[in-house]
């Protein structure tokens, strides 16, 4: 009895340290309480124990009010920190009290190639009447540990999350379904192999197609690291949970301009405020699709009832899943039948058939296609320009073969394609004659040339020069102290040089007028979509002010450029970020554009080509809505890949964070100008997550070369011709289909 | 305001256009290394600074403008035909007269493969090859068969190819191929080492003359549009790396018997070369480099847009209005803009002249450049000898080891070609120069390596 | 082994005597220096930092061409016979701007008196060195003190009147590249050091006097 007394009384120490953490001391005086509650705790064995029970009584009514009232006063910051507090249920805490059983895959507490990330088979069962069906998962999250170091807090490695592909194949070899767990405060920004950004770049790459449901779940949702195992058919998210761009504290860093040290609480607690993080936030943005309810102050690792909750919720939303795959009038029944916790009215088996598969491939690509959609700002009407409503009646037409014609005739499909793709060239300018000939030469067909006919002089005036050119000055290159190269006199640098040290091969920045004036055809760029504008869909206060005044400067509506070209008329569809606007960063205008842009070379069939001029990762004035441009960028890369695409990234300047992790980084071909410096996380932030400072090279292309993370290294001053002949020596026969 | 000139050169060159300033009557001023303190250049410039390299443009421009300088003359190597420089001077905010030829002109002709093609429209025959850089060993097969065929056409025997980098230069990058089935490999392999060195990857064949001489056409040309030559020089006998050792003006010998006329052949390359001066409004002295066969055929190599180290025999060997010639005061004068104020009539060419480059190699050993002390520099005064020489005679000079340890230059004229070759042979036999290496050994000097190849001047010889 | 302790005492009397070395700074090239960033008795500092990021102490600003150049400290020290006239003046290239007193470091120390052990290769011309190309990848990878060498090695390139020299090791015996006394593409005078080699068999030897440098240094 006494014990028993004992044990309920550390029950309450527990929550008054929990309470305590998350509200601060001075919260109802909760800081008191749980002095007394100590001492209480100390002389246990001292106090008479017949007073010890109204004691208890007494002191868990209090808290059980403290509770209550810090339930209603719960602030944004507050959240994140529930679900960084040590008492929080973790992955483990799941397994153990969701699943029936499980056993863990390639882990067994620290001996484990990244503790950060858990694997594990498991059934879940249901009772439908008197029957119980067990289904087999697999489940697939992060572990944060209850304090323990070697978890990291869940901050998965490059190999953590390679582990988690692996197993994400492993479920589709067996089908079936994948439940994810997210507790992350973001990826280990550590370049090492795989690499930070390009393994979840390939993660989200593989995960577009995954063809068993994937089911997720959120609780601390930290931006990359979340969408490394994120990208799924149904986003459940915890109701005391957070999901954001950006921790608030690096938010507040951001803001406050903090080179070192800690920013302010009160800026700490408006970003996070600011950043829309919470459950019903992200619902309303339309970046979930539904909360769990949580118990006061949210789930602990004893909420035996959250855990029964969860474990209803993630079988529905499994069945809703693949129900969705099968017919409609079957999910409406579903869906208007009562099934609860005890008990379910249907069993529906998880399995997939290959046509069902297609479909759960389609709908996941549809859902992130809508994604963000209600935020875009465009003007409507009728004056859009030609290259948008092709890309949009292709783009109809492709579904429409993809759910019509593909199901009754393979045939058909096929016939349909051809034609299109004979229409499309045709309107759209096939590879012209002169190519064909250069492109003879390199596949090897001997071409009779008369020597000593001379070509073309060419003239210099076709070369665009930068306006950086016009100052009689010189400047010193950086690494003049390690390679003793000569002062560069500025006219020569920015024109003839292009902006190259001709001594040491440093490439000085140069403004994106230059790639589009001289990399493309004279004449041949044609921009489209320029008028979708990037908005403030979080109202996120001074936001709409800092776009006004990039808008203002660039004569730009967002940060990435999309537009047609040629190079050696070769048609190609691009795009390209731009440092000008908020630093090259990615929020929904950007990410609908190059969706768009990629979609038109498709349906086009025409090599596309991301130039980045610099990114500095996904916006964090449009929070969540910028991160899901992650998944929703990479299943468009993917399905323009699969579909026979040749996609070629080019990054320049500094290109770090969200893009390079997902729709970057997933590129097939990788290439990165000399100088530039290209990576996941800058050096400041891996000093703060690792407690290591990183050598000044760290992000050097040279090192991603060396890492495996890119696929070559260009010299700016023979882009042009590099990106010429990569068309045609990856580019197939036709420029396309691979 | 009186014009001023910077002299962006060093040595023997740098007290020539000092002397060529002093006598038009024009201030100057000098820069020298470190290394060069020694130099009689620094001893004789009376305004002078020092710089960090005599490639510092950015010294060089400071020094000008510090000075209030006018004009700079680059004399030869170093920044002479470097456009860019060239371009810098005349651009800039305040900008300096170039005493050399235009930027475009320094640009367009030296660039060979460009010069080539140029060449080639204006019906200037040139080295049967290649005049677009190839990129891929299908396309070089092909052109070398191509080569082949024309080359046979033309009556070469025994053909072999060049294949050469284009960035290359100066030995560099070149690799000879006997016969097409070496094309392939020997292209893959150069057109790697291209990448890596020059990172360029654009080669070009030609085909290789066996044995040939090699000539020369001076040019002067004005702003004004006026164009005059100042004969052949024949710059034959040089190192095994290709450097000239022994120079004649005229290109052609009275004394020696020839396959062809050379009188014609004299005409034909001084006339192509005009043709060529013309075409790129070539307004400075310039020397046409050319090919000739002992059959009497002549290929156009390459043109050097500045003044050349040898100019002075052709100086010594014309006759303004029987007057003698100063091809660095003509250079400097056009510059400024100046009229001619002759023309071809005016030039006659009388005599036969020849220079020795006395140089610090060790001609046993591979011609290397020798560092070391010059304890011992003399030679006997006549009226036929000039010595251009920055080594003084007064005292111990250490060779810098920056730069090509050429010493001095010998310039000897003659009535006719015996006259030139007893003097010669007088010449060798009297200079004395002395000197140690920091090993203490004796240094080695080519004047013996001279002596030998006195008996080759004029002849034709295999590479 | 060319070093006995007895010796080694004198040697290290010396530097107790004079512990630090005086660095000349000199204009690298021409200009005007229109600003002193130090004055007289300033302590400077050379580069920093695990990999040496960070850089030395700002010494004065050399203005050619429109390009303000920052000429920064590479020895820690103390500024001394700062020419404060030089100030606004068109100077030449290679003039005395300032002087640094380095205090010399235990390592320092140690790779002077090195140079009466090692066998030491010095510079035959003056010209400029790098590494040969095989020797600098091996020490980068292993560092120094732990690359052998043996005669007949390629060990450095000599760029000497627009050529480049190889200079192999013709002593017999196999060595221990340990020390490195010249920085690449600077110019070397003749006769200065540029590398100094341990015999493989008297390392134990000089590890003994490098631990007696430090024993004594410290105290």
């Given at each position: 009895m006494l014990i028993e007394l004992h044990k309920k009384l550390k029950d309450l120490l527990e929550l008054a340290v929990y309470i305590k953490d998350i509200k601060g001391e001075d919260f109802s005086s909760i800081g008191n309480l749980y002095e007394n509650l100590l001492e209480f705790y100390h002389n246990f064995y001292e106090i008479p124990p017949e007073r010890i029970s109204s004691l208890i009584n007494d002191y868990e009514a209090t808290l059980k009010k403290i509770l209550l009232k810090a339930e209603e006063t719960l602030n944004p910051y507050e959240i994140v920190k529930i679900t960084r507090h040590p008492q929080r249920f973790t992955l483990l805490d799941i397994l153990e009290n969701v699943y029936d059983s499980y056993m863990e895959l390639g882990g067994d507490g620290e001996l484990?190639?990244?503790?950060a990330i858990i694997c594990a088979k498991a059934l879940i069962s249901r009772r439908v009447g008197d029957e119980v069906y067990f289904h087999q998962v697999m489940v697939i999250g992060h572990e944060k540990g209850h304090?323990?170091?070697?978890?990291?807090?869940?901050?998965?490695?490059p190999w953590g999350n390679e582990k988690a592909l692996r197993y994400m194949k492993m479920a589709e070899t067996e089908g079936i379904p994948i439940h994810f767990y997210i507790f992350t405060?973001?990826?280990?920004?550590?370049?090492?192999?795989?690499g930070a950004a390009q393994q979840i770049a390939r993660n989200l790459f593989y995960m577009s197609k995954l063809s068993v449901p994937t089911i997720s779940f959120i609780?601390?949702?930290?931006s990359g690291g979340a969408e490394a195992?994120?990208?799924?058919d149904l986003r459940l998210m915890a109701e005391k949970g957070y999901y954001s761009v950006i921790s608030p504290e690096g938010a507040a860093a951001i803001e406050a301009k903090l080179k070192d040290g800690r920013p302010p609480r009160e800026l700490v607690e408006k970003m996070a405020k600011a950043l829309k993080l919470t459950a019903k936030d992200n619902l309303q943005l339309g970046t979930i699709d539904r909360i769990i309810p949580e118990p006061p102050l949210g789930a602990r690792r004893k909420d035996y009832d959250f855990f029964k909750r969860l474990k209803y919720e993630m079988i529905k939303a499994t069945d809703e899943v693949v129900l969705q795959t099968r017919s409609l009038k079957m999910f409406r029944k579903y869906a208007l039948s009562k099934q609860t916790p005890e008990s379910f009215s249907y069993f529906v088996n998880w399995e997939l058939s290959e046509d069902e598969k297609e479909i759960l491939i389609e709908n996941r690509y549809k859902k992130y296609r809508e994604?963000?959609?209600?935020a875009i700002l465009e003007p409507k009407g009728f004056f859009k320009s030609i290259a948008q409503k092709g890309a949009q009646l292709g783009q109809s037409i492709a579904y429409e073969v993809k759910y019509r014609v593909l199901k009754s005739s393979h045939k058909t499909f096929k016939k349909f394609w051809e034609d299109l793709a004979s229409e499309s060239s045709l309107l759209l300018k096939p590879v012209s004659d002169p190519i064909k000939t250069v492109y003879n030469l390199i596949v090897g067909k001997k071409v009779r040339t008369k020597i000593r006919m001379p070509g073309e002089i060419e003239s210099e005036s076709d070369f665009y020069v930068s306006?950086?050119?016009?100052?009689d000055k010189t400047v010193t290159c950086p690494q003049a102290e390690k390679y003793g190269c000569p002062d560069l006199w500025v006219p020569d640098l920015y024109g003839?040089?292009?902006?190259?040290?001709?001594?040491?091969?440093y490439h000085f920045p140069l403004e994106y007028h230059w790639y589009i004036n001289?990399?493309?055809?004279?004449?041949s760029v044609k921009t489209f979509n320029d008028e979708i504008s990037s908005g403030n869909p979080l109202n996120f206060e001074g936001y709409a002010e800092k776009l006004k005044k990039a808008r203002e400067e660039?004569?730009?509506?967002?940060a990435l450029l999309s537009f047609e070209a040629k190079i050696g008329g070769i048609s190609i569809v691009a795009v390209m970020l731009v440092a000008d606007f908020r630093q090259g960063t990615v929020g929904v205008a950007e990410g609908e554009k190059f969706i768009r842009a990629i979609e038109l070379a498709k349906i086009s069939r025409r090599p596309f080509i991301a130039l980045v001029h610099t990114t500095g990762g996904?916006?964090?004035?449009?929070g969540t809505m910028g991160v899901v441009q992650m998944p929703r960028c990479t299943m468009a890369v993917r399905d323009y890949v699969d579909s026979g695409g040749l996609y070629i990234v080019i990054y320049d300047n500094n290109s770090y964070a969200g893009p390079v992790a997902s729709f970057l980084g997933s590129a097939p071909y990788q290439f990165a100008l000399k100088s530039t410096r290209l990576g996941f996380a800058g050096p400041r932030v891996i000093f703060e997550t690792t407690g290591q400072p990183v050598p000044p090279?760290?992000?050097s292309v040279e090192n991603a070369l060396k890492r495996g993370h890119i696929q070559g290294i260009w010299d700016r001053r023979e882009l042009r011709k590099k990106l010429f002949f990569a068309l045609l020596t990856m580019g197939g026969p036709n420029l396309y289909y691979r | 305001m009186k014009d001023k000139v910077l002299i962006a050169n060093r040595g023997e060159i740098a007290i020539r256009i000092m002397e060529a300033c002093e006598a038009l009557g024009l201030e100057y001023v000098a820069v020298y290394t470190k290394e060069d303190e020694e130099s009689l250049h620094v001893r004789l410039a009376k305004k002078k600074y020092r710089i960090s390299?005599?490639?510092d443009m950015n010294d060089l421009l400071a020094v000008a403008d510090e000075e209030k300088c006018t004009a700079i003359h680059p004399g030869?190597?170093?920044?002479?035909?470097n456009y860019r420089f060239a371009r810098r001077v005349v651009k800039r905010e305040r900008p300096l007269i170039w005493i050399g030829p235009s930027w475009e002109a320094i640009r367009d002709l030296g660039n060979k493969l460009y010069m080539k093609k140029v060449a080639y429209q204006l019906g200037i025959p040139v080295i049967?090859?290649?005049?677009e850089p190839i990129y891929n060993e299908i396309e070089a097969e092909l052109k070398a068969e191509e080569i082949l065929e024309l080359a046979q056409e033309e009556g070469f025997q025994e053909v072999s190819f060049l294949v050469k980098a284009?960035?290359?230069g100066g030995g560099m990058g070149i690799e000879e191929v006997k016969?097409?089935?070496?094309i392939r490999p020997v292209f893959r392999k150069l057109r790697a080492y291209a990448k890596r060195l020059f990172g360029d990857e654009g080669i070009i064949i030609e085909i290789k003359i066996p044995v040939f001489q090699h000539l020369e056409v001076q040019i002067l040309g004005s702003k004004h549009d006026e164009y005059v030559h100042f004969g052949t020089r024949n710059c034959?006998?040089?190192?095994?790396?290709?450097?000239?050792r022994i120079e004649l003006?005229?290109?052609?010998?009275?004394n020696i018997s020839y396959e062809f006329d050379p009188k014609k052949v004299e005409e034909e390359i001084i006339q192509h070369s005009l043709n060529l001066a013309k075409h790129f409004n070539y307004d400075s002295v310039g020397t046409f480099e050319w090919l000739v066969t002992p059959e009497g055929k002549y290929y156009l190599m390459e043109v050097n847009t500045r003044i050349q180290v040898e100019n002075e025999i052709s100086a010594k060997i014309s006759f303004i209005k029987n007057k003698p010639v100063n091809l660095l005061k003509e250079q400097i004068k056009v510059a400024f803009g100046?009229?001619?104020?002759?023309?071809?009539?005016?030039i006659e060419f009388r005599g036969i002249s020849l220079e020795f480059r006395l140089i610090a190699e060790d001609t046993k050993r591979g011609f290397i450049p020798l560092s070391g002390v010059i304890t011992k520099f003399d030679y006997r005064d006549y009226p036929w000898l000039t010595i251009r020489t920055?080594?003084?005679?007064d005292k111990p000079y250490t060779i810098p080891t920056?730069?090509?340890?050429n010493l001095a230059l010998a310039i000897i004229y003659g009535e006719n070609f015996n006259d030139l070759m007893e003097k010669s042979k007088r010449f060798l036999n009297e200079v004395v120069i002395e000197g140690k290496t920091f090993k203490g050994e004796p240094l080695a000097t080519n004047i013996n390596f001279l002596k030998e190849k006195l008996?080759?001047?004029?002849k034709f010889l295999a590479v | 082994m060319k070093i006995d302790f007895t010796q080694l005492t004198q040697f290290l009397q010396r530097f107790k005597a004079k512990p630090y070395k005086i660095y000349p700074i000199f204009t690298?090239?021409?200009?005007?220096?229109?600003?002193?960033k130090v004055k007289e008795g300033d302590e400077v500092k050379g580069p920093s930092g695990k990999w040496l990021e960070k850089p030395g102490t700002p010494l004065f600003v050399l203005e050619r061409e429109k390009n303000p150049k920052l000429i920064r400290a590479h020895y820690d020290g103390l500024a001394q016979?700062?020419?404060?006239?030089?100030?606004?003046r068109f100077v030449e290239a290679g003039e005395l701007v300032l002087e640094i007193r380095h205090p010399l470091t235990q390592d320092e120390i140690i790779s002077e008196i090195l140079l009466n052990a090692l066998l030491v290769i010095r510079a035959p011309e003056t010209a400029r060195y790098i590494l040969s190309s095989e020797l600098g990848k091996r020490l980068e990878k292993e560092?120094?003190?732990?690359v052998i060498v043996k005669e007949g090695d390629e060990l450095l390139i000599m760029t000497f009147m627009k050529r480049e020299t190889p200079i192999f090791l013709k002593e017999k015996g196999q060595y221990i590249i340990y020390q490195i006394y010249f920085k690449p593409f600077e110019l070397v005078q003749a006769g200065e050091p540029l590398l100094g080699l341990c015999p493989v068999e008297d390392l134990p030897h000089l590890e003994k006097i490098i631990q007696r440098i430090k024993d004594e240094w410290s105290l």
């Open positions: 484990n190639i990244d503790p304090g323990e170091e070697f978890r990291r807090g869940g901050s998965a490695a405060p973001g990826a280990y920004p550590i370049e090492d192999y795989p609780s601390e949702g930290g195992i994120g990208l799924t994604m963000t959609r209600w306006p950086l050119a016009l100052q003839e040089f292009c902006g190259v040290c001709p001594n040491c091969g001289n990399l493309f055809d004279k004449g660039t004569g730009l509506n967002s996904i916006r964090i004035h449009e090279d760290y992000h | 390299d005599y490639r030869y190597g170093f920044l002479s035909e049967p090859g290649s005049i284009v960035a290359g016969n097409l089935e070496e034959t006998i040089q190192s095994p790396f290709r450097q000239k003006a005229p290109g052609f010998c009275e100046e009229k001619l104020g002759y023309s071809q009539r005016d920055h080594v003084p005679k920056q730069f090509d340890p008996s080759d001047v004029y | 690298p090239h021409t200009g005007k220096i229109i600003e002193f016979n700062v020419r404060i006239e030089l100030l606004n560092g120094l003190g732990k």
